[in-house]
């Protein structure tokens, strides 16, 4: 079982960016995907998540809700996440993280992602 994420991004401030995690070896029909992050000295913060039992509905943190969005691709098994209007404390490691449904802990990580903005 993986998640393989993309690989570290570098942007300015108010840009764009795109990350993707890759699944395999488990049913990723069903599972929710998170996308939790962490930045330097600090603990994990969800980000947002998709989820197959609720009809793909997307669910998202106040601090990225209109700037972030979760996306699935199920012909290449692999969750997006698009990231808007970049700000200098969106730097962090991003992880995308899957849960098998009706549970609330994740059973699977990827690597994680260094995205940094700055100018």
């Known amino acids: 079982v993986q998640l393989v994420q993309s690989g570290a991004e570098l942007r300015n401030p108010g840009t764009s960016v795109k990350v993707s995690c890759k699944a395999s070896?488990?049913?990723?029909?069903?599972?929710?995907i998170d996308w939790v992050r962490q930045a330097p000295e600090q603990g994990l913060e969800w980000m947002g998540r998709i989820d197959p039992e609720d009809g793909e509905r997307t669910n998202y943190a106040d601090s990225v809700k209109g700037r972030f969005t979760v996306s699935r691709d199920y012909a290449k098994n692999t969750v997006y996440l698009q990231m808007n209007s970049l700000k200098p404390e969106d730097t962090a490691v991003y992880y995308c993280?899957?849960?098998?449904?009706?549970?609330?802990?994740?059973?699977?990580w990827g690597q994680g992602i260094q995205v940094t903005v700055s100018s």
């Open positions: 993280t899957a849960g098998a449904p009706g549970t609330a802990g994740y059973d699977y």
């Open positions: 070896g488990y049913p990723f029909t069903t599972y929710y």
